[in-house]
């Protein structure tokens, strides 16, 4: 048989044939590996001759589990010989903490942000509060990520939020987001290839849930125009107004905000490099490009910026490279005193602003999708689209409103 694996009667599954040399009573031992039997190879079995010894196909899988096995083994053995304990025995802890001395080296190109890694930090926290901190090879997908799943689910998160009625700062305890649920499973899952690289583990047991399609939230051009105002009316911090506006005139992330260099707007060329801090490493493009058209050039001169000026264009925020929104409380405040004051219908965030900049160029300037696209550096086309989708719903009910019961009488001279 291949490699020692075999197939026994009346089992749908592949068996491994092993030697261990450290059991006096029984040195020939078997191994059900779990992994069903493919009908390839159920076919050669069925076909074979008396006596013929077949080559076995078997899965990736399968050979990745007898590589584990026979690592594992041979580790076992080792130890056992010297007295000793070797890495592939890692707790899961232990194994995390070994990722992040890897992915953490500065400059290299696996290395990944802090943010990110803070989502790492929680999503290990999670699985061993679900299934405890055992041995990376120990954890299986039929127990240990369904537990994780049912963990999720009962979890309740105390979250911070406006009472719409009364204005006032609430705690109440929300169930975990399904974003939240996808956030944590795909770093699970990354941190999970990492061991089977090493071979930790055998597979993948984690299964990243889906995150939820959510349409954008442009906030309502009127009251992004009330907005403004407010900001703009606040001489004593004319900064909030700068940052807000710039925002809406741009379409940049907050984060891109934050970072944005002096140096990086050409006023001659009348361009700014703008930095994509979100994912301008993954895509291998940290910086794209926008035009410095009248309006934004109007406000970087309020700004007394110059030519030739250096340093963070809002240098009046500190700078928090794992939470960009950190410093920008004045935002929520700004909110608060509008809704309790009914200048507007809802509370908004800073993101909302790149959605609101979207729609106005796509609706209301009429640009084409893919400018847009260029112009915001969207990852993906479906993204733009949803902005132009769902504001269009206005237009759609406008054209429809001539629309009565008789339109859907059928034509009498149609079937003339």
């Known amino acids: 048989m291949n490699r020692g694996i075999y197939v026994q009667k009346n089992s749908p599954h592949y068996w491994w044939r092993y030697y261990d040399k450290f059991d006096v009573q029984k040195k020939r031992k078997s191994h059900n590996t779990k992994i069903e039997i493919t009908k390839v190879d159920l076919e050669r079995i069925k076909n074979?001759?008396?006596?013929?010894?077949?080559?076995?196909?078997?899965?990736?899988?399968?050979?990745?589990?007898?590589?584990?096995?026979?690592?594992?083994?041979?580790?076992?053995?080792?130890?056992?010989?010297?007295?000793?304990?070797?890495v592939h025995e890692l707790l899961l802890s232990e194994g995390f903490a070994e990722f992040k001395k890897v992915r953490t080296v500065p400059g290299s190109k696996t290395e990944i942000k802090k943010k990110t890694l803070i989502n790492y930090e929680i999503a290990v926290n999670h699985m061993m509060k679900a299934c405890g901190d055992k041995k990376i090879y120990k954890y299986t997908a039929e127990k240990d990520f369904v537990a994780l799943l049912y963990y999720f689910d009962g979890i309740r998160i105390p979250r911070k939020q406006f009472d719409?009625?009364?204005?006032?700062?609430?705690?109440?305890?929300?169930?975990?987001?399904?974003?939240?649920?996808?956030?944590?499973?795909?770093?699970?899952?990354?941190?999970?290839?990492?061991?089977?690289?090493?071979?930790?583990?055998?597979?993948?047991?984690?299964?990243?849930?889906?995150?939820?399609?959510?349409?954008?939230?442009?906030?309502?051009?009127?009251?992004?125009?009330?907005?403004?105002?407010?900001?703009?009316?606040?001489?004593?911090?004319?900064?909030h107004h700068w940052l807000v506006y710039f925002l809406l005139l741009t379409g940049c992330r907050p984060s891109s905000a934050m970072v944005q260099l002096k140096e990086d707007v050409d006023l001659k060329q009348k361009v700014i490099r703008i930095q994509n801090v979100k994912t301008g490493k993954r895509k291998l493009r940290k910086v794209y490009q926008f035009p410095l058209y009248k309006e934004l050039q109007t406000l970087l001169q309020k700004m007394d910026l110059k030519e030739g000026?250096?340093?963070?264009?809002?240098?009046?925020?500190?700078?928090?490279?794992?939470?960009?929104?950190?410093?920008?409380?004045?935002?929520?405040?700004?909110?608060?005193?509008?809704?309790?004051?009914?200048?507007?219908?809802?509370?908004?965030?800073?993101?909302?602003?790149?959605?609101?900049?979207?729609?106005?160029?796509?609706?209301?300037?009429?640009?084409?999708?893919?400018?847009?696209?260029?112009?915001?550096?969207?990852?993906?086309?479906?993204?733009?689209?949803?902005?132009?989708?769902?504001?269009?719903?206005?237009?759609?009910?406008i054209e429809m409103d001539n629309i009565t019961i008789d339109d859907f009488l059928p034509d009498p001279n149609e079937f003339d």
Request: glycine letters at 2%.
């Open 48 to 86: 074979r001759q008396d006596g013929e010894k077949i080559k076995l196909q078997g899965t990736p899988e399968l050979w990745r589990k007898i590589k584990m096995y026979k690592q594992s083994l041979a580790d076992r053995n080792f130890e056992r010989s010297n007295n000793t304990r070797l």
């Open 164 to 239: 719409k009625k009364t204005g006032e700062e609430v705690l109440v305890e929300k169930k975990m987001s399904t974003n939240s649920k996808s956030i944590y499973t795909r770093s699970l899952r990354a941190l999970w290839n990492y061991f089977c690289e090493k071979n930790y583990a055998a597979r993948n047991i984690i299964e990243p849930v889906e995150p939820e399609d959510i349409d954008p939230d442009p906030i309502p051009l009127d009251e992004m125009f009330t907005i403004i105002k407010y900001f703009e009316a606040n001489e004593e911090y004319p900064h």
């Open 309 to 397: 000026d250096t340093g963070r264009l809002f240098h009046q925020y500190k700078l928090n490279d794992v939470n960009y929104t950190y410093p920008l409380s004045f935002w929520e405040r700004g909110m608060k005193i509008l809704r309790l004051a009914k200048k507007i219908r809802d509370y908004y965030t800073l993101k909302q602003i790149r959605s609101t900049t979207a729609s106005f160029l796509i609706n209301v300037l009429q640009m084409k999708i893919y400018t847009v696209k260029k112009l915001l550096d969207h990852a993906d086309l479906k993204i733009t689209d949803k902005h132009y989708l769902k504001l269009n719903l206005k237009n759609v009910r």
